[in-house]
T-cell receptor, first 110, second 113 residues
Framework: GQSLEQPSEVTAVEGAIVQINCTYQ??????LSWYQQHDGGAPTFLSY????GLEETGRFSSFLSRSDSYGYLLLQELQMKDSASYFC???????????FGPGTRLSVLP | SAVISQKPSRDICQRGTSLTIQCQVD?????MFWYRQQPGQSLTLIAT?????????ESGFVIDKFPISRPNLTFSTLTVSNMSPEDSSIYLC??????????FGPGTRLTVT
């Protein structure tokens, strides 16, 4: 089977940096994606890692360590609008579907 | 990118009835996906719908309960049959535009009374 773990909640203040971790146990590994979902909204794609290292997209970065079965999403210069749920999703093999993690609810305080 | 619309956006239904949810994409796509999401929970894949073939269902979901149609490359429907309060959830359709990026519809919020 496949399982993913994320912290259920994270709280930070505006302007800060926050890291949301994701650990996974899968039969294989093809890639790890991150999605943001605001309350009442649809999940939207943020970032993707297939190889070890850091991928940077504006204020958001994502890191992957395949040897540790671990990744994280880094959000810098936090803004109130970043308050949302964040999901990691892993694809074990090409052609297989993504499995989503339980999600992390981020609250950004003024 | 892809723009996805879903109908209805929300509905309240009585137990024992069925509801068909429509998903329309603004471009042709090979695979469409149907997910279920309880409020505050993760996304659970119900099935994958390919045009011209039977949908592929995930463990715990069966065709009799969640029949899916995929008549062309831009449209799909999911029916929730013989509903019970446990079917109350948000139902989302999505498409893959690359091997790593999915686009999701706005969801259908279903309440079964």
């Amino acid at each position: 089977g496949q399982s993913l773990e994320q912290p259920s909640e994270v709280t930070a203040v505006e302007g800060a940096i926050v890291q949301i971790n994701c650990t996974y146990q899968t039969s294989g590994f093809y890639g790890l994606s991150w999605y943001q979902q605001h309350d009442g909204g649809a999940p939207t794609f943020l970032s993707y890692n297939a190889l070890d290292g850091l991928e940077e997209t504006g204020r958001f970065s994502s890191f992957l360590s395949r040897s540790d079965s671990y990744g994280y999403l880094l959000l810098q210069e936090l803004q109130m609008k970043d308050s949302a749920s964040y999901f990691c999703a892993v694809r074990a093999n090409y052609g297989q579907n993504f499995v989503f993690g339980p999600g992390t609810r981020l609250s950004v305080l003024p | 990118s892809a723009v996805i619309s879903q109908k209805p956006s929300r509905d309240i239904c009585q137990r024992g009835t069925s509801l068909t949810i429509q998903c329309q994409v603004d471009s042709q796509v090979t695979m469409m996906f149907w997910y279920r999401q309880q409020p505050g929970q993760s996304l659970t894949l119900i099935a994958t719908a390919n045009q011209g073939s039977e949908a592929t269902y995930e463990s715990g979901f069966v065709i009799d309960k969640f029949p899916i149609s995929r008549p062309n490359l831009t449209f799909s429907t999911l029916t929730v049959s013989n509903m019970s309060p446990e079917d109350s959830s948000i139902y989302l359709c999505s498409v893959e535009m690359s091997s790593y990026e999915q686009y999701f519809g706005p969801g259908t919020r279903l309440t079964v009374t």
